[in-house]
């Protein structure tokens, strides 16, 4: 039998057993098994269509960032649902012949590249070669010399490195000058020592050299260069062919050279060349390859049966997408509309985690070089990304990428996923709304976990809901059911007299019985629940 036959009946016994416990209530413990949930999904199915309105808008304003910067080239796309849906280039890759950038143009993303050190350090960790809190010193032996800051540090961890936690100074002037040095190299400076700013695990503080080791860690878990295994473990399996780290292998016609503005005119930086410090910033690649790249992480969510086709676990992938090391929250209003704006969250694993007033999960990262300046930008619950490359030093995309999801949110079309509830927790609601018509002594026993008539009794729970009744009267659900998750979700009762909102969490039991149950009373079925918005 094969692996997918077997998987179908697994889920389908699942399915049955759920079935089952929805006819005749709630099954003895331990008789569900795994318990089948769906997905989230999108449920405008215009949702496309609308986003794609917003491309002319993007346009103009790529344009005009362009101009108002005095960036040479850039070349940008917007990615809706694993497809880069638009792109778009505006001037030259390289001036002194006026070649136009377009899609295929390969710009130097710098420290995006540490995403990908990051995805090779995991899928290592994934095949058992090391695990995350070993020690680092044990595949880079010169680290063993190491002098902490203090006599309780501990030791600079893997984990440590990817998340910016080790405790080594920020050294973004520093680390784009040392692209081109050899192993012997730095291998050297490792030698010498690394002074500390913080003891490791403690502060976030951004390391060039902490992705440095990471990529020497890379070689020695792998018995590979870093280059060549980042070749063959991600970039040909994701078909990314116009990606790598060896800017000799770019053709001249396709390659965007490098410039700053300075005395009002452009001066060309010159190349800097990949060495061993080239796993925290020496990747070149095309706006339609990073399309194809941000896509992969992007189809990381939701968490789903579907095929796995890797070249990492999507597990993996979500894993890099999630706060492992907290950094300041900021507060700043709006440059075009002055609302404020809350930005908190951290670093992942080569990636940037935040959260906004708008959106609960951005993942980002920018690059910058001499010469270079970068920026991908996701949004995992909504599908929809925003990419751009520049060929100005340190192009800062931040403002415009703002202005970018703004015109898309504009449209309408940028809504998030809607989680679906597992059957346990529609069948609790549906019981709930049995006993909210009229209450059942058998019914409310049948649901209830073994705290609900403990926290308050049963007997008081009855007059309350009795008391409910006789204010609002008659009740009946609007049909909305909002789940925050598989095991927790409230929604609204219109009634003659005013409206009810009613709210259930369920155990971690098997069957999962209703351990919160909570019901009020609302002005109107328009009244929703507080949301997590930021105040004017």
């Given at each position: ?120 350090i995991l899928e290592l960790r994934d095949e058992g070669k090391h695990s995350l809190d070993d020690p680092s ?397 930021c105040a004017q």
């Amino acid at each position: 039998m094969s692996m997918t036959s077997m998987r179908r009946i697994v889920l389908a016994a699942a399915v049955s057993a759920a079935a089952m416990a929805s006819a005749h209530g709630p099954a003895e413990a331990g008789s569900y098994g795994r318990m089948p949930t769906e997905p989230a999904r999108f449920t405008d199915p215009n949702r496309v269509a609308k986003l794609s309105g917003a491309f002319p808008e993007i346009d103009r304003l790529m344009s005009e960032f362009a101009a108002r910067f005095h960036v040479p080239g850039i070349a940008y796309g917007v990615l809706i649902d694993g497809q880069l849906a638009h792109t778009g280039a505006v001037g030259s890759r390289d001036l002194s012949s006026s070649a136009p950038v377009d899609a295929d143009t390969v710009f130097r993303i710098a420290s995006m590249t540490k995403s990908f050190t990051a995805l090779s350090i995991l899928e290592l960790r994934d095949e058992g070669k090391h695990s995350l809190d070993d020690p680092s010193e044990r595949y880079v032996p010169e680290l063993a010399g190491l002098v902490y800051p203090t006599a309780d540090s501990p030791r600079v961890t893997i984990r440590h490195l990817l998340s910016h936690a080790e405790g080594f100074p920020e050294d973004n002037p520093w680390g784009d000058r040392q692209l081109a040095a050899t192993d012997e190299q730095m291998g050297e400076m490792l030698r010498r020592g690394i002074p500390f700013s913080n003891p490791p695990g403690l502060a976030y503080e951004y390391s060039n050299y902490g992705f440095a080791i990471l990529g020497r860690i890379v070689s020695r878990v792998s018995g590979m260069r870093y280059r060549d295994y980042v070749t063959a473990s991600i970039l040909k399996p994701l078909g990314l062919s116009s990606t790598t780290l060896d800017p000799a292998a770019v053709p001249p016609s396709r390659i965007a050279r490098g410039y700053r503005w300075e005395d009002g005119t452009w001066k060309e930086e010159p190349p800097l060349a990949d060495g061993a410090f080239g796993a925290m910033g020496g990747m070149l690649t095309s706006i339609r390859d990073l399309g194809r790249y941000v896509a992969f992480m992007m189809s990381a969510w939701p968490p789903r049966d579907d095929a796995d086709p890797g070249p990492i676990r999507r597990a993996s992938v979500r894993e890099m997408q999630q706060v492992w090391r907290p950094s300041p929250a900021s507060v700043a209003r709006h440059p075009s509309t002055s609302e404020i704006q809350l930005n908190t969250g951290g670093y992942g694993f080569g990636l940037r985690v935040s959260q906004t007033c708008a959106f609960r999960h951005v993942v980002a990262h920018s690059g910058g070089l001499p010469g270079f300046g970068s920026q991908m930008r996701w949004l995992p619950e909504h599908g929809v990304g925003v990419i751009a490359l520049g060929s100005l030093t340190y192009t800062s995309w931040g403002a415009v990428i703002d202005s970018a999801v703004d015109a898309l949110a504009k449209t309408g079309g940028l809504q998030a996923r809607v989680v679906q509830p597992s059957a346990a927790l529609v069948e609790a609601r549906d019981a709930v709304l049995r006993l909210l018509a009229g209450w059942d002594d058998q019914l409310a026993d049948r649901i209830a976990a073994d705290n609900l008539f403990l926290d308050q009794s049963k007997d008081r729970r009855r007059r309350e809901l009795d008391e409910h009744r006789r204010r609002v009267g008659t009740c009946r659900p609007d049909g909305a059911f909002d789940v925050e998750n598989a095991l927790r979700g409230q929604w609204t009762m219109s009634c003659e007299r005013g409206a009810l909102r009613v709210a259930i969490t369920l155990a971690p039991t098997m069957p999962p019985r209703v351990q919160f149950l909570g019901v009020r009373q609302i002005a109107s079925p328009g009244e929703r629940a507080p949301s997590a918005t930021c105040a004017q």
